[in-house]
């Protein structure tokens, strides 16, 4: 790859770093934007700058903002007595595109996972617990992800919250077949939670 | 979306203007650029600048070059007098790759293409015809592309040397089957071809 300038042959290895683009993707994503305009390039650049210069952590619950608190957090509209507990900053958007919460959150960043030597220390917890000791919430909905490691994460947390005084009732997402499936897919996990947890038929 | 900010939002949106990135990959790529260390994110920032200022045209040969001339065009090993017309650099890059040719380039940056709007005025053949009047070429090799927006394009260059008084050999890529294939799959153009320009078996 000599033929390829210096500047150029860095701008695709920059972009092979990025999750799901290899160095076939890299190398025509190079080839586009040597070609638009100055002006198109450099606003994805800008863009790049823009969220590491201005994006950070809610105060109060890690989501993104840019602001001290999140939109959420600032809302007095919300209902200040439910928090919910998610990894990611996606699973709250993806939370909120249901539009069927209107609680808080509180975004661990992570989950416990030991084989990516991931501990409790670097995830929100210590600030999570500090939260429900000085707030007011009635329910904590732990919505980990359902998988061993947001399990455990959501048991490690519940464990922390021994010491708070007044004990909030602490839900977890319902778990079941999904809507729109088909039983015969549907793996022995999922059906024996669906089993276990069925309702009353409204 | 509108719990995303701004920033990330913008930056999602400029991704996804890249080739081959949809919207749930620049919402990917966007989650990773936010989780990474800012010099991180910042490195491939500062790799887009670095192309679009540094990166231009060799003043010859139109090649990617950070310099007024290319390494190729700088390299008094190359055999002057064979010169290959293709269409992007990443067709130089691919015949380099192969290690059988030693003469120079001259990049169309393009091919003729009325259904893009793309006409000869925008391509680099004014400069290819007079570097071939003014030069000392005795041969010009064609690899345009094997289609017909190519071949048309390698046409009416020959057409365009027609006024050159001391006409160079003018040569393209063979065409026949492709080594490793199978005849079973060859489309009829590629058979076709194959029979057309058989070879004296060595």
Chains 1, 2 share one sequence.
Not at 32 to 39: D, T
Not at 92 to 118: C, F, M, S, V, W
Request: a neutral charge; hydrophobic letters at 40%; glycine letters at 6%.
């Amino acid at each position: 790859m000599s033929e390829l300038t210096e500047s150029v042959t860095r701008m695709i290895k920059e972009f092979e770093k990025l999750p799901g683009v290899g160095k076939k993707s890299a190398e025509r994503i190079a080839y586009y934007l040597l070609k638009v305009e100055k002006k198109e390039a450099l606003a994805l650049a800008d863009a790049i700058y823009g969220v590491k210069e201005n994006v950070r952590y809610c105060k109060h619950c890690f989501n993104l903002t840019e602001q001290e608190l999140c939109e959420i957090c600032r809302d007095p509209n919300r209902n200040q007595t439910t928090l919910c507990v998610v990894e990611q900053p996606r699973d709250l958007i993806a939370l909120e595109q249901t539009g069927r919460y209107n609680g808080l959150y509180h975004i661990l960043l992570g989950r416990i996972a030991p084989l990516d030597k991931i501990g409790p220390d670097q995830l929100t917890i210590a600030a999570l617990v500090e939260r429900i000791k000085t707030g007011s919430f009635t329910e904590i909905v732990m919505a980990t992800n359902p998988t061993i490691e947001g399990d455990s994460t959501a048991l490690y947390i519940i464990k922390q919250l021994e010491s708070v005084p007044v004990f909030p009732k602490i839900t977890r997402l319902a778990r079941g077949i999904t809507t729109g499936s088909d039983l015969q897919f549907a793996n022995k996990e999922m059906l024996a939670d669906a089993l276990a947890e069925r309702q009353s038929f409204r």
